[in-house]
């Protein structure tokens, strides 16, 4: 079925610094979201992007974080500067449509910051 | 806003018996329920979804059925199998956002 990619798969960090976490959605999908899951606990929702804007966005998405996808190439979540918190797997999702329409997860990114 | 119930953290079974996880939703919109299986170390992947009123929606020998009324999409499964072993999160969508439950864990012993 569609795929959806995530680079890299870890990543190691020392707070304070920036960090790209990179989204290679399914090719044809319009709608693109960002999910943060601590380890084995709730996914959950950050932000979703369409037509090159975010849509909404969770207390979670801080003022820290942001994302672009520019020129229809990667769908990227920024996070500058990092703290001890973001530490977690962070999802990309993608979709054709909005609402009932099925999200595809890539497979996470998981973020440790020292 | 809305919000996902998820009763049972952990669950934990021998193979061959039949399954219950429960989810109740709140939402002041129509609401299309989702089911949501995350293995270990992978994405989640679609289990099943919904949003007819007491009809039932089956996949991979999973069921479940939308209850308006009572505002459950409880998931079922007759007789579980070690490779059933997986977070399930139980999920509502409106427009463009899910909002996921807090997830229960089970796991199927031989």
């Known amino acids: 079925g569609p795929k959806v990619l995530q680079i890299p798969s870890h990543q190691i960090i020392d707070m304070g610094q920036m960090v790209t976490l990179n989204c290679d959605p399914v090719?044809?999908?319009?709608?693109f979201y960002w999910y943060k899951q601590i380890l084995g606990q709730q996914m959950e929702f950050l932000v979703n992007?369409?037509?090159?804007?975010?849509?909404?966005k969770s207390k979670l998405f801080k003022d820290q974080f942001s994302v672009e996808r520019p020129d229809g190439s990667y769908f990227t979540l920024k996070i500058q500067p990092t703290a001890l918190e973001d530490s977690a797997v962070y999802f990309c999702?993608?979709?054709?449509?909005?609402?009932?329409?099925?999200?595809?997860f890539g497979p996470g990114t998981r973020l440790t910051v020292l | 806003g809305d919000s996902v119930t998820q009763t049972e953290g952990l669950v934990t079974l021998t193979k061959g018996l039949p399954v219950m996880l429960n989810c109740t939703y709140q939402?002041?919109?129509?609401?299309?329920l989702f089911w949501y299986v995350q293995h270990l170390n992978e994405a989640p992947k679609l289990l099943l979804k919904?949003?007819?009123?007491?009809k039932r929606t089956e996949h991979q020998g999973f069921y479940a059925t939308l209850h308006k009324s009572s505002s459950s999409f409880h998931l079922q499964k007759s007789s579980v199998q070690l490779s059933d072993s997986a977070l399930y999160f139980c999920?509502?969508?409106?427009?463009?956002?899910?909002?996921f439950g807090a997830g229960t864990k089970l796991t199927i012993k031989p």
């Open positions: 999702a993608s979709s054709l449509g909005g609402g009932s329409y099925e999200q595809y």
């Open positions: 090719s044809n999908h319009l709608y």
């Open positions: 992007f369409y037509n090159g804007k975010v849509m909404e």
């Open positions: 939402t002041t919109y129509s609401p299309f």
């Open positions: 919904s949003s007819t009123d007491n």
């Open positions: 999920a509502l969508t409106r427009n463009e956002k899910i909002t």
